[in-house]
């Protein structure tokens, strides 16, 4: 009797589990999926909901801020989280650049480039160790110098070489930028 009840539940069991379907996605997966979507608004809000289990979160409400030109606050979120994750130092490089602290978005460049030199972005590979050497030459560029500048645009384009401000902002320029 106790065999056939113990046969029985796990019978049970297993068309319960095969009737519930496939496992739901991790809630931190949901939300990088939203934002590889594009769906920025709706990857920060899930990412804000998952925090409090989830801090690797920050990350994500970071990225998401950012690409949301919430700048400040990505740099706010950011600075709670785990600086040794390269896409949270890719992020926090680009809050730097993007509220104009110039020296920090180069050090930070400069931080994670030593750490992994063909850095690319895990959920977006349009963001990669390019725009971090970007980074620094506008960067450069904006603190007026000049030559440091050069140095980083040379990385991009070996065959430029002018120290004129206003053609180094052109070559800047026409680079692209950050993502």
């Keep these: 009797m106790k065999n056939s009840k113990t046969f029985i539940l796990s019978g049970i069991l297993t068309l319960m589990a095969i009737s519930c379907g496939p496992a739901t996605e991790e809630p931190l997966d949901e939300a990088w999926a939203l934002f590889e979507s594009g769906d920025f608004v709706a990857a920060k809000d899930?990412?804000?909901?998952i925090?409090?289990?989830?801090?690797?979160?920050?990350?994500?409400l970071g990225w998401s801020s950012l690409r949301l030109h919430e700048n400040t606050y990505a740099d706010s979120v950011l600075q709670l989280t785990d600086l040794s994750e390269n896409d949270a130092l890719a992020a926090y490089t680009l809050t730097a650049w993007a509220t104009n602290k110039n020296q920090?978005?180069?050090?930070?460049?400069?931080?994670?480039?030593?750490?992994?030199?063909?850095?690319?972005?895990?959920?977006?590979?349009?963001?990669?160790?390019?725009?971090?050497i970007w980074i620094q030459a506008a960067s450069y560029w904006s603190l007026g110098n000049y030559i440091q500048a050069l140095e980083c645009v040379k990385k991009l384009d070996p065959n430029f070489n002018s120290v004129s401000p206003s053609e180094l902002l052109t070559k800047i320029e026409s680079l692209g930028g950050a993502k």
């Design 46 to 49: 899930k990412f804000i909901e």
């Design 51 to 60: 925090i409090p289990d989830d801090p690797t979160a920050r990350i994500g």
């Design 104 to 132: 920090e978005a180069i050090d930070r460049a400069g931080t994670l480039l030593q750490r992994d030199a063909a850095y690319v972005f895990s959920h977006d590979d349009k963001m990669n160790s390019d725009d971090l």
